[in-house]
């Protein structure tokens, strides 16, 4: 190259600059690469090139499309963001204590109102009493004031034929001739007089109250913060959970709840006076006295009794909820009506402490029908999923 012009040295770079482009672009269309090396190339210059014409007034540039929006999706599939598992750790340990407060905070309202709650819970005795008044079969003799004896009601009928109602006897002098004799005669009116206490509740021991204001404060507490309890589960619960289940969450939630509280004041109203009375009739049979009993086991019996017929009457939810699955039907369910029945009676003759067969036929009935509703439910739904078959068809 010894004695080359400076024109001649620029003449060869040039020719081994581009015999060097040559040759790589000959090794990447060897490689299958060069489609994508001029679709870049291409894109580069044609967005340069877009780019200088926009700028001097030509034609837009190049419009990047919009995102997707994946948000309706997620939202349809449901679930909360994606934590680690320390996280999920510490959610559930604040609602432990969210929870573990409200109870705490409701058992203080509870004892505060302690007088309260032993009112509500000692009604049933009072409806007891009265029930018990009813189906008294003797009446008081009195002299003056003093209570003589009873006589049988069905004994006064046969010499007393009178249209009044007769709540009690008295003897009164009567003046026969020149003899004064001693009359039995219709006696003051029942409110007049005291009549038997059915049930006293007494403590028997120093702690016995205490004990009695502690468990009103716990059940009643469970109770009052019941709304706050499921509120602090819904909120860890139901993020995890997709939009049909939270539907069927909801559902099975509220007629839940709602037969729970049927379930209580069924009890509350009809089984727990019945239940009382037939009690203490059946101890006075079997020669016991029945009119005082410990307040701390009244208020523990009747709080477990009416949870038990709240429970009891959750069968329909239990029931419907495997029908939906696919595990029962109308025609299992009223093949198995046979054996519900049986079973039925079993768990309420353990249920029901007097072993009163009224009682235990009383507590029976109201499930006994819950389950002939759970089989009405079902056929209902498959008479409609039948149909919905047919007309699929023709609406296709």
Known sequence: MIGTSPEEKDADYYHRQHEHHDEYHDYSDSHGHGGHHDTAHDAHHGGYEDHHSHGSGGSTGYVPPPPIDLAPAAEEEGGGPIKSFLDHLEDFRWVLIKVIS??????????????????????????????????????????????????????????????????????????????????????????????????????????????????????????????????????????????????????????????????????????????????????????????????????????????????GFQLPVIILTLVKIGLLDHKKLGAFRRYWVVINLVLSAVITPSGDPLTMLIFAAPLHILYEFCILVAWFWSWRDRRREKAQPSSS
């Open 102 to 311: 409200s109870v705490l905070v409701a058992m203080m309202i509870c004892l505060v109102g302690g007088n309260w709650l032993v009112g509500v819970l000692t009604y049933p005795l009072s409806v007891a009493q009265k029930l018990y008044t009813k189906q008294q079969t003797t009446l008081p003799l009195f002299l003056g004031t003093n209570q003589l004896s009873k006589i049988r009601i069905e004994d006064l009928k046969r010499f007393y034929a009178g249209t009044n109602t007769v709540d009690s006897l008295q003897f009164v002098p009567v003046q026969i001739g020149t003899n004064t004799v001693l009359a039995v005669q219709p006696g003051p009116e029942r409110k007049d007089f005291p009549s038997k206490r059915l049930v006293g509740l007494i403590n028997l021991s120093p702690l016995s109250a205490i004990m009695v204001a502690l468990k009103l404060a716990f059940y009643g507490g469970l109770v009052l913060a019941a709304p706050f309890i499921i509120f602090f589960i819904g909120q860890f619960v139901l993020p995890a959970l997709r939009i049909r289940e939270k539907e069927i969450l909801y559902q099975v939630s509220g007629f839940g709840s709602l037969l729970f509280l049927m379930g209580v004041l069924f009890c509350y109203f009809v089984i727990l006076p019945i239940t009382v009375t037939a009690s203490v009739e059946f101890s006075d049979w079997l020669g016991f006295s029945a009119d005082e009993w410990q307040a701390e086991e009244y208020i523990g019996f009747a709080c477990k009794f009416m949870v038990a017929m709240g429970l």
